[in-house]
T-cell receptor, first 110, second 112 residues
Framework: SQQGEEDPQALSIQEGENATMNCSYKTSINNLQWYRQNSGRGLVHLILIRSNEREKHSGRLRVTLDTSKKSSSLLITASRAADTASYFCATMDSNYQLIWGAGTKLIIKP | EAQVTQNPRYLITVTGKKLTVTCSQNMNHEYMSWYRQDPGLGLRQIYYSMNVEVTDKGDVPEGYKVSRKEKRNFPLILESPSPNQTSLYFC???????????FGQGTRLTVV
């Protein structure tokens, strides 16, 4: 089953602009995680936010979580060409499974 | 270097020929899992393991087997591969079930 759904499916912005991606999910969660994947390679963990947290920062990344709306957003500030990748949200539920969305493909134009 | 190692990276095989994809982690992680990634579908969990000798089905376990005899290894076995198992496979591990996951580089499997 696919729990998380990212929005938009694709995003193209100019270098230096901010990029915002959203994730919605369906059931109660223990935590929500964001990952980056470069062109069919392994996924890299970006940030984990627990269900009792509302916001978290890591460098140029800011993640928010609204459990009442079952949604999260990932903001990348001052984007760089190296940020070009696919971004996935994944939710961990009480069944010990990490359920993934289909991803947002982000393209940063120089 | 802390890592998850999958082998092989690429594999082309024929329908029905049993194969094993190995996965090993050197971080003493408790939780390990296997995913397949198909275009437009994101990642889907095949099997996961909370600890040695403890494995459970994920969302798409049909046609796959796993074992967890040692903490570091979590092989994925396809007893009789079929073309619909052509996919990109990832192994991942995490310290506990609710912590960040570390991924291998992936195994691109083609079944003809």
């Amino acid at each position: 089953s696919q729990q998380g759904e990212e929005d938009p499916q694709a995003l193209s912005i100019q270098e230096g602009e901010n990029a915002t991606m959203n994730c919605s999910y369906k059931t109660s969660i223990n935590n929500l995680q964001w990952y980056r994947q470069n062109s069919g390679r392994g996924l890299v963990h970006l940030i984990l936010i627990r269900s009792n947290e509302r916001e978290k920062h890591s460098g140029r990344l800011r993640v928010t979580l609204d459990t009442s709306k079952k949604s999260s957003s990932l903001l990348i500030t001052a984007s760089r060409a190296a940020d070009t990748a696919s971004y996935f949200c994944a939710t961990m539920d009480s069944n010990y499974q990490l359920i993934w969305g289909a991803g947002t493909k982000l393209i940063i134009k120089p | 270097e802390a890592q998850v190692t999958q082998n092989p990276r690429y594999l082309i095989t024929v329908t029905g020929k049993k194969l094993t994809v190995t996965c090993s982690q050197n971080m003493n992680h408790e939780y390990m899992s296997w995913y397949r990634q198909d275009p437009g579908l994101g990642l889907r969990q095949i099997y996961y393991s909370m600890n040695v000798e403890v494995t459970d089905k994920g969302d798409v376990p049909e046609g796959y087997k796993v074992s967890r005899k040692e903490k570091r290894n979590f092989p994925l076995i396809l007893e009789s591969p079929s073309p619909n198992q052509t996919s990109l496979y990832f192994c991942a591990s995490s310290f506990l079930w609710d912590t960040e996951a570390f991924f291998g580089q992936g195994t691109r499997l083609t079944v003809v």
